[in-house]
């Protein structure tokens, strides 16, 4: 029993983590809803402010070079002047219904209050990059060189949230990702009963958000939702903040279109810098989202021309505020990239190296991947279905909405199977790698789709025939219930090898110096020992490279690594024969071992063994 309360209460640290997190986005929320006016749609404040945050740091960050300390107290000051004037002008902060989602989410942020990094990417990239921005307070340079992050040319909006937090809390605080992708979520609802309401042909100002209506939302967002996957919600990974701001950014298109056909000029005008500012965030979140902000305007520009509702003066006059502010953080961020660290991110080969010839085997694989994730996949083809009809008829508001998230949605698939062919390795492209992760992207506008669908239908066949009241208790107890059920599934971060993993490395960390070379050598596992020590080694000492399962010849690797006089450490978490013989130290399977340099060769006279682990007993 004790060790399932310890699922969800581990320690005071949660409950730093519970309030630093929250502070930030109660910030965003703040300057969202000062910025945006009584007319707003106060669904998306925190994305406003989050946009708007992205804009103080990146553009000073970038330009004079501006420390984040500075810019985090100024975004604190606005934040907390925003919130009075807001309060005192609309008597109140949250948007409507928020109260209740979190009161319905808690167990939830609870349990993920106390999740730690486990996930190989956040090794490397996802927790290591806000470590070092809370330790230097300054982008990457030629002169501040994040030497243990792999992709530092990526966008920084979603690490400028874990560096929030990380100042609000003292430290870095890991599960400040997962947290904030809940929070998004929860965010996401709240647009989403805006979907529903709209749908079932009523106005959502009008309406007051019960508790059924809000864990329904909450379902869709989060358990029903056919791409949330745990070990991506619940981690630093920014998938989840992408596909909020992917869906958000069509909802918000769809609806300056539909203002428009009405002659609502003012209202489409406020909308679309709301849009412009959406796509300013998604575009700064991760390489990929540049092209479905490209993907939101070319799907916006064509319903608007297909439409004869729609005056396309109005529109292009719309043009840049939609349009600028995304351009002038990308250029800013482009800029900073050219100037101090390069392109340290994915890039496209030559054509003359493109995998054209791979192009059926590629795509056969993409949908052999699909086809895993059935409901996802009907969706999508459903919305494809729906979207070409609304695309060629044109007459309602849902003929419009499905032919502008059709197309982002075919786009961006079609934008994948080019990444494959001109950017990513041949091993990977012929396994399609991350592409279910990719289309995580795509799953708030699936959801967004089916949600206004859903309603449609059920004003049109069932809302007559059947009183939904009669089951207005399930979703409540669906979203309250799940975190308990599934606890032990959320808490993927206490699998006992990723434990053992990490706890090697920070003991490690403890015994080497500042000028020692760690190898890691784990021939039998995955790699993922070595990405936890890198991360666990930070600065203390040097990473010296690894050996894995994925090495042809782990024997020699492992030989030839050890001959390099740089390497002065070595952490052992499995061997193969021979391993024994290079370092002349008995090596148990049943632990990790660190060995130490005691000469200038191998074996015997070369190593000694330092300290020992016991691992994890295998099930």
Known sequence: ????????????????????????????????????????MPEIDHLIGWALVSFLFTVPGVLIGAHFLPLAALAGLAAVGAGIFVWRRDHGLLPPGLGRVLILGLPLLVLAAGMKGSQWDEFTDWLVIPRYLLETDAFPSSDNLFSKAVFTGYPY??????????????????????????????????????????????????????????????????????????KIVLTAYAETASAVATATAAILAWFVLEALGRREFDRARHLALSLGL??????????????????????????????????????????????????????????????EIGSLELSVRPLDGWYIDLIP?????????????????????????????????????????????????LGYNAFLLFAYVATFGKSDA??????????????????????????ILWRQRVEKRWAARRIAWLPIMLVIAAPFIFAHKLRFDREPMTVHFRYVGAG???????NDYVFNADPKGSGESSAALSYELGERAQYGGHVSAFHADRLKVFREALAKPKITAVIVHSSVDGFEGVVGVPLPQSHSHLLMRSGSGNGAD??????????????
């Open 606 to 619: 070369g190593w000694r063994l330092v300290q020992s682990w016991p691992q994890p007993t295998k099930n």
């Open 508 to 514: 490690a960390a403890k015994l080497v110096d500042v």
């Open 430 to 455: 012929l396994r399609a790698a991350s592409y279910w992760r990719y289309n995580m992207h795509l799953g708030g506008l699936v959801v967004a789709f089916t949600a206004y669908g859903g309603a």
């Open 278 to 339: 959406v796509l300013a965030l998604l575009i700064n979140l991760k390489q990929a989202t540049l092209v479905l902000v490209v993907l939101v305007v070319l799907a916006t520009l064509f319903v608007a021309v297909r439409d004869r509702q729609v005056p396309l003066g109005h529109f292009f006059r719309l043009m840049p505020l939609i349009v600028g502010p995304a351009i002038l953080i990308y250029v800013t961020w482009r800029y900073h990239l050219a100037s």
């Open 157 to 230: 909006s979603w690490h400028f949230v874990s560096y929030l937090a990380g100042r609000v809390g003292g430290r870095l605080l890991e599960s400040a990702g997962a947290l904030s992708n809940i929070l998004l979520l929860f965010g996401f609802a709240l647009l989403v009963v805006r979907l529903m309401l709209l749908g079932a042909g009523r106005h959502p100002s009008g309406e007051r958000i019960g508790w059924a209506l809000a864990a329904l939302a909450m379902l869709a967002s989060t358990l029903i939702n056919p791409t949330f996957a745990q």
């Open 1 to 40: 029993m004790s060790q399932y309360v310890s699922l969800f209460i581990e320690g005071p640290s949660q409950l730093v983590a519970l309030s630093a997190v929250g502070l930030v986005w109660l910030g965003f929320i703040a300057l969202g809803a000062f910025v945006g006016g009584r007319d707003r």
């Open 361 to 409: 085997k590629i795509l056969a694989k993409m949908l052999e991947v699909l086809s895993k994730k059935g409901v996802y996949l009907a969706l999508g083809l459903i919305l494809v279905g729906f979207g070409v009809r609304g695309f060629f008829r044109s007459q309602t508001p849902f003929d419009r909405f499905a032919a502008l998230a059709a197309m982002v949605f």
